[in-house]
Each structure stands twice: as structure tokens, then as C-alpha cells.
């Protein structure tokens, strides 16, 4: 690989602190340390993403690499560092948090002008890592590492991974905070993104009243990453929150296309891109269900339930405003903002929603249509992504409930069974108020509805050959993540089969990692 031209641009424009040293501690008015890899002796190779190394410009991978990609031996040339940045979580002003087991190397670019940062997980601690290790565990990478990949197949926002590697070294995790500390095999993922800066890094330097560094981060942010704005003075500043607000809400509407519930939607995990970051207790949903948190931290509240994640992203965006009015100063504009969003995101869920179902337009009907799927929805007990993959299928000549039984979580009696035919029913006449064609409608319906979706289960099955030594699972997942829209697996297109609903790592996260 083509280290010796990985570059750090931002250390050399912003205030941060050079001692190297990794002691935790706040670091006030900065927005970096520099910090080096712990270093691992006996890395092994689990995963390697051959494809991005070569188009984020990194070319191929040679077998001296390996020591590089858990940050041991690395050349002169890489200056380490992690950033700082604050956040709400969980509702609450958090203060300093920052790259508690992120280092950054820098950024690599390829022959198109594309720069993409890249940076190691799980490679030691930080002056940011908040009394924990800076370590990660086996469950925790393969689980970055395979979903950052699969939204990205999906065609979801998101960061990347380019690697997976065993450090050698174990790790002692408690992994449900229950009293039961165990020894895990620690491991580090490269996840490679234009840029990991979250809504806390503005917020930490809005905080601290650094504004000048909080104006030089927005330039840097517009001028690197949203090329379009070409206004001046506070238009700049208003053009760029309003940007962000919509590249927020359009990953939101994504994550509701393909069932995704991130789990830990605090300020500091949200990108100021709009990628998806921080694959932690996230799942993909398979019982459809607007309450469903995989995160056990989160059940007191359920704040980041699947249906709340739109609501919890305007919140977001509020927090973030109230970072950048030092910038904007106009109170107005900003509510005024905030307040459309709930409309754009709205209006954009629909139209997705509709595209699921093959209708080529919006219809003011519709909102009821919506409703009445959504009772049908959780009433059955039907499995999201298996529901429209049926509804793909269905012809009148079929029988409904052998069409639909292997989709529900519970058995589908008469009654039942009368409910899904009247939605049948009202479905059809919906369809007739297509001007495009039934061939352009299933073409709508294949293109937003994924035929695979990496479940916590299969992920938990994954995880477990791994760390047997085996890793024939891990090779047909990335096959079949690679090709979401079509079925490679069969058995990895079905439901969740029972036994797996209450296992602790599969159904039930945490956010040990
Ligand atoms: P969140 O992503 O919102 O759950 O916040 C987690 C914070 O804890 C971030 O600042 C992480 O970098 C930090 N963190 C999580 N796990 C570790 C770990 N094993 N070592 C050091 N810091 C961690
Ligand atoms: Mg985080």
C-alpha cells in the first residue's frame, strides 16, 4: 500500500496539542492531540476490503502491510493523532468527549483529487478515552467492519472499512455490564470516511467560546466537503446548516428504507457529512416495529427507537445550531429551519415509502394508506424486509398465507388473515393510480426494497465461527452484503429463526466494545 502518501492537512491548520502525550485529561481549546498506537506484536489479518484500498487511492496490499494496519512499525512519515469533540447524549450535555479509541493516521488521495481520512479503532488509548482502554474487541470490529460495508452496498451514507484485524492481545470486557468480566480477543478495524467530523467537534469549540477556531472549522468544512456553497459572510454559515440539516435528514430517510436503528444517536455520533459513524448497538430491524432500541442502555426511554429517529435527528440539528449561532446570529433563520425540517424529512420518508410499495407518486391518500400498513405491520408480527420482498412476488393466483406465513413472528389465524387480504385489497387500488407501468413499478419496489439485510443474528453466528477459527461465514456474508438487492443465500434471506430472540450480543446490545 501506498503509506508513505497518507498526509495530515488538518494538523497543520488548527490548535492542538503536540506533548504526544496520552494521559487522559481535558484538552481545552484544542482539537487534537497527537497521540501514537499502542503497537501490537502478533496482528492477524481477518478482513481486507481489496476494492476501496484501491479507490480511496491506497493501492494493493502486500504482506509487510499488516503490521500498518493495527498501527504498529508505522513510518516516519504518519503523524498520529486523535480528535476532541463534545455532545449531548442521551439527552444531556456531556462536555469533552473525543476519539476515545479512534487514532487518525491522515489522509490519502487518489488520482481523481478524492481525499478520504483514515483511521484505526481499537488501537490504544487517548488523552480522549475516558478512564477505558482504547482497546476493541472481536464482536465490536467484525460488527463496524461488515456493517459500514453493507449500508455502503446498500447504498446508505456511511464511513467505510478497509480492514479487520486479531491484535493478538485479550481484552476484558464486561460485556452487559452485569459483574461478568470476561476475557475477549482484542482486534482493530481502518475505517476510512471524507471526513469523521461529528456535531460535537463544533459544538466542543462553541462551548469553550473558541470562536475563531469554530469559524476556521466551518471554513474548512465548507471548503473541503460541501463545495457546492458559494455564498459569503453569515449567508455562508446559514447555507452550510441548512445543508447539513438535509444531508442529515436524507440518511435518516435512508436508514428507515432499509430498517436500520443506530442505537446511540448522541451529538457526538453524528457526522457533520450525514454518514452513518459509530456502528456500536445498532441493528437492523426484523419484526417491524416503531419502539424496537437494540440498545440496552437506551430501554429506560427508548429515545432511539426506530420511530424516533427522525424526531431525535431535529433535536440533534437544535444542538448543533445552537453551536453554530455565534456564527449565523439570526434566531429566526435557525427555527425557521429546524422548524421545515419535520416537513422535508416527512415529505422525503413518504416518497420513500412509496417507491417501496412501487407507487410512483404521492398522494394525500397516502398518509392513511401509511397508517393503516403500519397497524397491519405490527398486529402480524410481520418482518420488515421480508414483507416488501413478498410484496415484490405477489400475484393474485397465490395463496395469501402461504405467500406470507414465513413472514410473520406469529401465526397468521383467520382473523389475522382477513386483515392482511383487506390490505391486499386497498394495496391494488392504490396500484391503479400508477401512470407508469407495472414493469416501472416493480422496478420502483426493487430498487428501495434490499432482498438481504445483515441481521444481529447472522452477525452473532458470524462472530462465533471467528473466534473458532473459522471464517467460511464471514467470506458468504461479505458475498451476499456486497449484493443486497439480490438473493446469493437463500438461508441468509429469511426470517430470524426463534432461539436468537434473547441472547445477550445478539438481540440485546450493548455499548461494550
Ligand atoms: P458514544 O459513541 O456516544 O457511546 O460515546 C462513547 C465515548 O466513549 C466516545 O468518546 C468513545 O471514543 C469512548 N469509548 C468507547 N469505548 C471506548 C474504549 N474501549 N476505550 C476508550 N474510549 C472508549
Ligand atoms: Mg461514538
Wanted: hydrophobic share 35%; charged share 25%; aromatic share 12%.
Amino acid at each position: 500500500m501506498n503509506i508513505e502518501n497518507i498526509k495530515q492537512p488538518f494538523i497543520k491548520i488548527f490548535p492542538g496539542d503536540f506533548s504526544g502525550n496520552n494521559m487522559q485529561r481535558n484538552t481545552p481549546k484544542v482539537l487534537f492531540s497527537t497521540v501514537d498506537p499502542v503497537g501490537f506484536d502478533q496482528p492477524k489479518l481477518i478482513a481486507f476490503n481489496e476494492k476501496l484500498a484501491e479507490e480511496i487511492g491506497l493501492g494493493r496490499f502486500e504482506e509487510n502491510d499488516l503490521n500498518f494496519l493495527v498501527g504498529t512499525k508505522l513510518p516516519e512519515n504518519i503523524k498520529t493523532y486523535s480528535t476532541a469533540y463534545a455532545g449531548h447524549q442521551f439527552g444531556n450535555w456531556a462536555g469533552q468527549l473525543g476519539d476515545g479509541r479512534a487514532i487518525i493516521a491522515g489522509e490519502i488521495e487518489n488520482d481523481k483529487g478524492e481525499r478520504n481520512e483514515i483511521q484505526w479503532k481499537g488501537a490504544g488509548a487517548t488523552p480522549y478515552s475516558r478512564h477505558a482502554d482504547g482497546r476493541a474487541v472481536l464482536r465490536s470490529s467484525v460488527r463496524e467492519y461488515l456493517m459500514s460495508e453493507a449500508m455502503f452496498h446498500l447504498g446508505v451514507p456511511t464511513t467505510r472499512a478497509l480492514s479487520l484485524a486479531f491484535t493478538g492481545e485479550d481484552v476484558v470486557r464486561d460485556m452487559m455490564y452485569d459483574g461478568n468480566p470476561q476475557l475477549e480477543k482484542g482486534a482493530v478495524v481502518i475505517r476510512t470516511a471524507e471526513s469523521f467530523l461529528r456535531f460535537g467537534h463544533f459544538e466542543l469549540m462553541s462551548a469553550q467560546q473558541e470562536y475563531k477556531t469554530l469559524q476556521e472549522l466551518v471554513d474548512y468544512t465548507i471548503e473541503n466537503y460541501f463545495k457546492d456553497i458559494q455564498s459569503e459572510g453569515t449567508q455562508k454559515y446559514k447555507d452550510f446548516f441548512e445543508s447539513v440539516a438535509r444531508r442529515t435528514a436524507d440518511m435518516i430517510v435512508e436508514w428507515y428504507r432499509v430498517g436500520f436503528v443506530h442505537g446511540v444517536m448522541n451529538t457526538d455520533n453524528m457526522s457533520i457529512l450525514g454518514l452513518t459513524i459509530d456502528y456500536g448497538p445498532y441493528s437492523m430491524m426484523d419484526e417491524y416495529d416503531l419502539n424496537f432500541t437494540p440498545n440496552t442502555t437506551d430501554l429506560p426511554g427508548r429515545r432511539y427507537a426506530f420511530g424516533k429517529q427522525g424526531q431525535i435527528s431535529q433535536w440533534n440539528l437544535w444542538q448543533l445550531a445552537n453551536a453554530l449561532h455565534p456564527l449565523i446570529k439570526d434566531e429566526k433563520f435557525l427555527e425557521q429551519i429546524l422548524n421545515d425540517y419535520g416537513s422535508y424529512f416527512w415529505e422525503n420518508h413518504d416518497r420513500m415509502l412509496c417507491k417501496k410499495f412501487g407507487f410512483d407518486q404521492l398522494l394525500t391518500s397516502d398518509e392513511k394508506f401509511f397508517t393503516n400498513w403500519q397497524s397491519l405491520m405490527q398486529e402480524l408480527h410481520l418482518d420488515y424486509t421480508l414483507f416488501f420482498a413478498e410484496l415484490e412476488k405477489y400475484d393474485d393466483q397465490k395463496d395469501l398465507r402461504l405467500q406470507f406465513e414465513n413472514v410473520s413472528y406469529s401465526f397468521l389465524n383467520d382473523e389475522k388473515m382477513v386483515k392482511l387480504e383487506e390490505f391486499i385489497t386497498t394495496y391494488k387500488s392504490r396500484l391503479e393510480k400508477n401512470i407508469i407501468s407495472r414493469e416501472q413499478s416493480l422496478e420502483l419496489m426493487h430498487q428501495s426494497n434490499p432482498k438481504f439485510i445483515l441481521r444481529n443474528y447472522l452477525l452473532y453466528q458470524c462472530i462465533e465461527e471467528i473466534n473458532e477459527g473459522k471464517t467460511e461465514m464471514l467470506e458468504r456474508l461479505i458475498h451476499a452484503l456486497e449484493n443486497p438487492y439480490h438473493t446469493i443465500y437463500p438461508e441468509f434471506s429469511a426470517k430470524r429463526p426463534t432461539g436468537y430472540d434473547d441472547i445477550s450480543g445478539c438481540s440485546m446490545l450493548s455499548c461494550s466494545s
